[in-house]
């Protein structure tokens, strides 16, 4: 069992209708048909969102898609209308508010990888294989894939696993020529992303992006190269054979699964409250990477 620890009651806004609680983001629709989508400071971790909120997130998450979304204008579109705070929505909304086209959504994870770390990494172990993709013999926990890989998986419902699948089966759910536009998509800004990141000693990983059509137009939706979406490593301490260091919800996965916080992941227990400690080193990791891509100063 896994899901919401506490989950919140959706504010109502006049001239509003809510659509969907997400673990991060809750969703609106307005009169005109665009949707409302508000970046909340809620952290979830072994799929659950946990009943402490990260103080900021909300924006920087909203803020760094922005400035990503400016940094690949000229590979392809994005969702975005507008940043205004609708007209009777609380004064907590601005900077995290992102109003969208409504897009008909491609349901699938669009995942790049750079490196192998995580699920990506369970598979090699077991298979030399990712997603179905055969790689080299000799790679470890934070090796750079001899070149970066489209390793999708299927979206799944909050509190469940997205579960990796092979690019075939992508086309087979969703059409040969749509499966080949997200792939070449998903690795160009990958590809991107990657090279802007390296000039600023950080390292992405890999990361995830959710895709939509406008008419016949790809769209990228949703947020894009965020620590949320991504893993960013600091360069300067990269060292393959075990885990990296992250920017991340790191301090967040130690301390949940250390003793000090009494939980057992396996149980069906939800996690505790946060301690303030991991809350502040949190919220300054979130900051940190912000600062470190776009070059300015968050305040």
């Not at 990260?54 to 979304?69: A, E, N, Y």
């Not at 979206?155 to 087979?172: F, I, Q, T």
């Not at 920017?247 to 939800?270: H, N």
Request: aromatic fraction near 8%; charged fraction near 25%; proline fraction near 7%.
């Amino acid at each position: 069992m896994s899901g919401f620890v506490e989950k919140p009651e959706p504010l109502q806004v006049p001239g509003l209708v809510h659509l969907h609680t997400g673990k991060v983001r809750e969703l609106y629709q307005n009169e005109a048909g665009d949707l409302v989508m508000i970046a909340s400071d809620r952290i979830s971790a072994f799929d659950w969102v946990l009943p402490t909120e990260i103080p900021d997130k909300g924006r920087v998450l909203t803020q760094l898609s922005l400035w990503w979304f400016d940094q690949i204008a000229d590979l392809l579109p994005n969702h975005v209308l507008s940043t205004d705070v609708p007209e009777g929505a609380p004064a907590d909304w601005a900077g995290r508010t992102l109003v969208c086209k409504s897009l008909r959504m491609v349901p699938v994870e669009a995942v790049a990888r750079g490196y192998l770390t995580g699920s990506g990494l369970l598979e090699y172990n077991e298979s030399r294989t990712v997603c179905g993709l055969a790689l080299p013999e000799g790679l470890v926990d934070g090796s750079e894939l001899p070149a970066p890989i489209f390793t999708p998986a299927t979206k799944a419902a909050v509190g469940e696993h997205d579960e990796n699948v092979s690019y075939e089966e992508v086309a087979r759910q969703v059409g040969a020529d749509t499966a080949a536009q997200l792939r070449q998509a998903t690795l160009a800004v990958y590809s991107r992303g990657r090279d802007i990141a390296r000039d600023r000693g950080i390292i992405l990983a890999d990361t995830k992006f959710e895709f939509g059509f406008d008419g016949e137009t790809l769209v990228i939706a949703d947020e894009v190269l965020t620590p949320d979406s991504s893993r960013f490593w600091p360069a300067e301490q990269w060292e393959p054979g075990h885990a990296q260091p992250s920017y991340d919800k790191q301090f967040v996965r130690d301390w949940l699964t250390s003793a000090e916080s009494g939980w057992d992941r396996k149980s069906e227990q939800p996690p505790p409250p946060l301690p303030q400690e991991v809350v502040d080193r949190t919220r300054a990791k979130y900051i940190e990477a912000y600062e470190r891509l776009t070059g300015t100063s968050w305040s």
